[in-house]
């Protein structure tokens, strides 16, 4: 049997997989397409080669600024682009990585690689509409729905924030992502602790954030984040009357729901202790929730007792990383823990990019 020549096993191999395959070269030009990619794309018979890639993908790749696209970062910066999602004009969705070629030092051209993820995203608009049938009304999943959270890049000299992502359903996938942590340890015993109840804890999540206002912010924005973010305590006591006026939601809810922004010390003298271990596991909760969906961190969890253990993983803000572990009746947390066996991994990467919600 012959040797295959290079050509021939990468014409095969870009053929055959259902993964788009394009490359571009240094002037950005489209240099190959494989079928997936001129099927994605509805190329048809257009003669693309040595077409601007802006032409040519612009359906699939981008929005409108043909000088500050992730392609052209990825061009100039050298740097990869991994995972943004975009949806090509048959309905389909594609999570896309883009990468430098490079020749020694020199940038030679971009490989764009994009995974059809469009069964992934059916399957989770099914959820999510199966999720939005248990919340009271639609009024809630609208809040929630239109409530932005953003992604960040925080600069210690200057105190400020670059804001590096939007996702504009991000309210909606906090409380889910609440849920599905709870859920977690639930299976690993945490409602069997006195002061922790199902009920209680589900309906302070789906309403604890409903009194939220987010600032309209642009990806590139540099703000200071104590001038324009409001203090949270705010939306916590909103929240709080939201749930009480329109929704009867019990009172022990509430009072989690109008102290899930204070610190400890502040709480009031008549707080009752016997709400405290719930009030602890959720601001535990919800710290962690942010950070999956905000930043797609991951995390390893498990249960003891009324001892709940915490291992994160990839950060952006190191100081979170690591192991600790929360005492819900004494408060101690301890870091620095080993990890008790049978703990589980929640991974908040899929979750983080391949939301419904527009991350750019
Ligand atoms: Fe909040
Ligand atoms: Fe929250």
């Known amino acids: 049997m012959r040797d295959m020549t ?48 802006f032409d040519v993908m612009s359906t699939l790749i981008l929005p409108n600024d043909r000088d500050a696209t992730i392609i052209s970062k990825v061009f100039t910066s050298g740097e990869p682009s991994a995972e943004f999602i ?32 469009t069964d992934y995203i059916h399957i989770q608009e099914e959820l999510d509409r199966a999720f939005s049938l248990t919340l009271p009304d639609t009024k809630i999943e609208f809040k929630l729905k239109t409530t932005i959270e953003y992604q960040d890049e925080f600069n210690p000299d200057t105190q400020k924030i670059r804001i590096t ?28 602790v006195i002061g922790i109840d199902k009920t209680l804890m589900t309906q302070a999540f789906i309403f604890h954030d409903l009194g939220k206002t987010q600032p309209i912010l642009q990806v590139g924005d540099e703000v200071d984040p104590a001038l324009l973010f409001e203090d949270g305590k705010l939306h916590a006591a909103r929240s709080a009357e939201l749930a009480r006026g329109y929704y009867d939601v019990e009172e022990d809810a509430v009072t989690l ?50 001892v709940v253990q915490v291992n994160e993983i990839n950060n ?35 979750i983080t990019k391949y939301t419904r919600g527009q991350m750019i």
């Open 6 to 53: 290079v050509e021939e096993l990468w014409g095969c191999l870009s053929s055959t997989t259902d993964n788009i395959l394009v490359i571009l070269d240094d002037q950005l030009r489209v240099q190959f397409l494989n079928d997936a990619a001129k099927s994605a794309l509805h190329i048809g018979e257009m003669d693309y080669v040595n077409q601007d890639y």
């Open 86 to 117: 975009r949806k090509s004009p048959d309905e389909r969705y594609f999570s896309i990585n883009a990468a430098p070629m490079k020749a020694g030092s020199n940038i030679i051209g971009v490989l764009i690689v994009g995974a059809d993820i």
């Open 165 to 192: 992502g939007r996702m504009l359903d991000g309210g909606y996938r906090h409380v889910v992502n609440c849920l599905r942590i709870f859920s977690i340890l639930r299976s690993m015993g945490v409602t069997k």
């Open 257 to 306: 729901i109008k102290y899930h922004h204070h610190r400890e010390t502040e709480l009031p003298s008549d707080f009752p202790w016997r709400l405290i271990p719930a009030w602890r596991l959720f601001q535990l909760i919800d710290g962690i929730s942010a950070a999956i969906t905000r930043v797609g961190i991951a995390v390893e969890l498990n249960v003891f007792d009324c």
């Open 316 to 350: 952006p803000r190191p100081q979170y990383n690591g192991t600790r572990q929360i005492d819900l009746y004494s408060g101690q947390v301890t870091y620095g823990i080993d990890m008790l066996p049978g703990s589980v991994w929640v991974s908040g990467k899929c």
